[in-house]
């Protein structure tokens, strides 16, 4: 009898394992072709190569909350396992992704977020406050570098991303205005509903155009949108513009910058390791598909990783939704690029 039952447990066991090495999370990119997503969907399939688990990138060309919802319904039907989502609307996917959580899918969210009750947990590149003070900061050493005082002239400004509904950018532009107001209250905002490209790299380009041509004594343009960004330093070099004429930043993925830096258009910008934050954010969807639960205050020792903290949806947003079983872990640091450290990087 006692054969019998540890032939059964070994059995389980096998199965359990063999279940664990079969997980697939569906890893949802806002839009495919950029440098920012692509990078990540690389991490993201090195790490689950690595620690066995299969990673599904399924995204669009095209940047639709409507392209996201039907990607996760498949997700869904095909009876994946898990999702980890960039959301394109703060809460356009909210519905989708309660019915995958519904249907038993774990479901994390990476890069921009959704309801806190629309999924377990987000990995965020930073709060706020932080990423909202480095976009300022970086346009500030970058105008001073040609001779601006920051601290005492009317510089003047304007914000271009992709759209006011992206949970993340719209954050990091709220705050980097407020950081703006506290510290530099001379500067003068020309934009103050922003320039909106849609994450649509022609339309970047266009748009960053019309920035410029309304604006001809703008000094500083942030970008904090990893396509808005080279679409605005194009936009500069076709009208013959360099970072001695109009000072660019922002975040995006250092190669889709570098030639743009070369050719004196830009002097620096930054982001954080994206194919870090891809690979955790697909680790902790397959940990969750796996059976385990995730509380706020938890501490979870990822592989190759470190230990990363849950903490609350406040960190965030100080009205986000709280529950101990929905939380934030945070990326542990960010990068600023310039030419002297760019090529240090390849993603």
């Known amino acids: 009898m006692k054969r019998i039952i540890a032939l059964t447990l070994v059995g389980i066991m096998t199965a359990l394992t063999a279940a664990a090495g079969d997980i697939t999370v569906v890893f949802v990119p806002k839009v495919t072709g950029n440098a920012f997503f692509?990078?990540?969907?690389?991490?993201a399939q090195a790490y689950a190569k690595k620690h066995g688990f299969t990673v599904k990138y399924d995204g669009s060309s095209e940047a639709a909350v409507a392209n996201q919802v039907t990607i996760i319904n498949n997700a869904i039907q095909q009876g994946m396992d898990a999702i980890c989502v960039s959301s394109l609307d703060v809460t356009g996917l909210d519905d989708v992704m309660r019915s995958a959580m519904d249907a038993g899918l774990?479901?994390?969210t990476w890069d921009s977020d959704v309801s806190?009750?629309?999924r377990t947990v987000m990995v965020a590149q930073g709060t706020p406050d932080i990423l909202g003070k480095m976009l300022v900061e970086m346009g500030v050493k970058s105008l001073t570098s040609r001779g601006k005082d920051p601290k005492k002239d009317a510089i003047k400004y304007a914000w271009h991303y992709s759209q006011s509904t992206v949970t993340d950018q719209n954050s990091w532009q709220g705050a980097g205005e407020a950081y703006?107001?506290?510290n530099y209250p001379n500067w003068v905002n020309l934009a103050p509903s922003n320039y909106y490209s849609e994450q649509d790299a022609e339309k970047a380009i266009?748009?960053?155009?019309s920035v410029l041509t309304a604006h001809p004594d703008i000094d500083l343009i942030i970008c904090n949108d990893s396509t808005a960004l080279p679409g605005q330093c194009q936009a500069a070099q076709n009208l013959g513009k360099t970072a001695k004429d109009v000072t660019i930043t922002g975040f995006a993925a250092p190669n889709s910058i570098k030639d743009y830096c070369r050719a004196g258009v830009i002097e620096r910008w930054g982001l954080w390791d994206c194919q870090v934050q891809g690979a955790l954010g697909c680790y902790l969807a397959y940990y969750l598909a796996s059976g385990n639960s995730i509380t706020v205050g938890d501490k979870i020792d990822v592989p190759d990783i470190g230990v990363v903290e849950v903490l609350p949806n406040t960190v965030l947003d100080p009205d986000a939704y709280t529950a101990p079983d929905s939380g934030v872990v945070l990326l542990p640091e960010r990068t600023e690029f310039t030419k002297e450290n760019m090529d240090n990087y390849n993603f």
């Open 38 to 43: 692509e990078s990540a969907n690389d991490g």
């Open 106 to 108: 774990a479901v994390t």
């Open 180 to 182: 703006i107001r506290d």
């Open 206 to 209: 266009s748009v960053g155009e």
């Open 116 to 118: 806190g009750d629309a």
